[in-house]
């Protein structure tokens, strides 16, 4: 396997707008809204200050959260095909195809989290403790997996190189410190694009920070930095979503002929034309058409989210956990050998019961036992280690009276 991601309701109401940014999962503390409180009756004005002490908890969008868990199931599932499809031409079609947008769809959600970001103590606190940490955390796991389970006492711990699926903490930490940036300047996404077509055809970029996936990924964050709320609602049309079936239809049997003419490292972000071996007008030609595929098949997807609170739906605040756990699984699959040893894997039920194992077992590592679990390693709190900003002791001052 490559060290790549491979990471690496039904109505019509229009959604409402981020309330705050999110470094990797929200919270699970938030709680979703409920009849009772929609139909609530408004707070008498002689009891506004108890309304004021007593705050109800932020209330999350069901939408997102399945869109996140959709993504991550996704994510996973694509990682047990990649060992199929050096034999099987249909799961390489399917690879392709849910590789043109799964990534696309959760950075273009992490942008769209992002957009009231700003220098804030606290935002970057939480920058640190939900992303810079996290990713310390297991790139030294990783790399001491790597070493047991493959043999490996060589294996190097690199904060300046990510690891597997690490590259996206890397990504996530730099584009969000980008925000402010990106608010300023006049046409963003014509810039975010030059900015990836530049780094398509620049070899020496190197390994440090995966930076060629940093800025070749970069214009899909910009896009959600910049989508609102109606954009969502007009992809949950109803001829939008009827539209969809035959795009995606057409994209995997696109993907289906692509299979042998093309390879899908292209997909993973991660080199340069050159280093493809092809001329560097080709990676600006490819970078194109996949940024348009991307979007196309990303608003195809979000198209079928279900909007209404589901099963599943508590399981998109445990994304981030189910992205990073899985890939012990995923890389221990391929370390022990166990898509060589088991040859009826690579037969049509074998394939079925990888995907329908790896949709199950990234499920499972999305709940909130395990979020418990793990909690230490990807939000810690880790007060003892920052000061108290003046302005925020004031506020909480202010609010206490």
Known sequence: MTN????????????????????GPPPPR?????????????????????ARSAKPAKQRDAFFDN????????????????????????????????????????ILISGYFSRSFDMRPDRLRRLVTGVAVPYVI??????????????????????????????????????R?????????????????????????????????DLQRVLQFLPFFVLGL???????????????????????AAAVLLAYWAAPRMTSVWFYRRDSAQELGVP????????????????????????WVPRRKMWFTILGAGT????????????GSRFWGWFEDYEWLHKPLGEIFVTVVAGTVVTLLCTPPVQRMFRFAMEPRMEWAFKRDAAELARERARST
């Open 4 to 23: 790549s991601v491979h990471p690496h309701g039904r109505h019509r109401a229009p959604l409402p707008p981020a309330q705050v940014p999110a470094a």
């Open 30 to 50: 938030t709680h979703y809204p409920t009849p009772q409180a929609a139909t609530a009756p408004p707070t008498p004005t002689g009891h506004r200050a108890a």
């Open 67 to 106: 869109a996140k868990y959709l993504a991550i199931v996704l994510v996973a599932m694509a990682h047990a095909w990649e060992p199929l499809t050096d034999h099987s031409r249909a799961a390489e079609a399917l690879y392709m195809t849910v590789y043109t947008f799964h990534m696309p769809a959760f």
């Open 138 to 175: 297991f790139e030294v796991a990783y790399t001491l997996f790597k070493r047991w389970a493959d043999d490996d006492p060589s294996q190097p711990i690199s904060l300046l190189d990510p690891w597997y699926l690490t590259w996206f903490l890397v990504a996530l930490f730099v584009w």
């Open 177 to 209: 410190l980008t925000v402010p940036l990106w608010k300023i300047v006049r046409w963003p996404l014509p810039l975010a694009l030059a900015i990836a077509m530049l780094a398509v055809i620049s070899p020496d970029i190197g390994d440090d920070l």
């Open 226 to 248: 910049f989508m609102k709320p109606e954009h969502f609602q007009l992809v949950r049309r109803r001829e939008v979503r009827i539209l969809s079936v035959p795009v995606f």
């Open 280 to 303: 560097w007008w080709v990676g600006i030609v490819m970078t194109l058409a996949l940024f348009g595929c991307s979007v196309v098949l990303t608003a195809c997807f979000f198209a």
């Open 320 to 331: 981030l956990y189910g992205y990073l756990l899985h890939g012990f699984l995923a890389k």
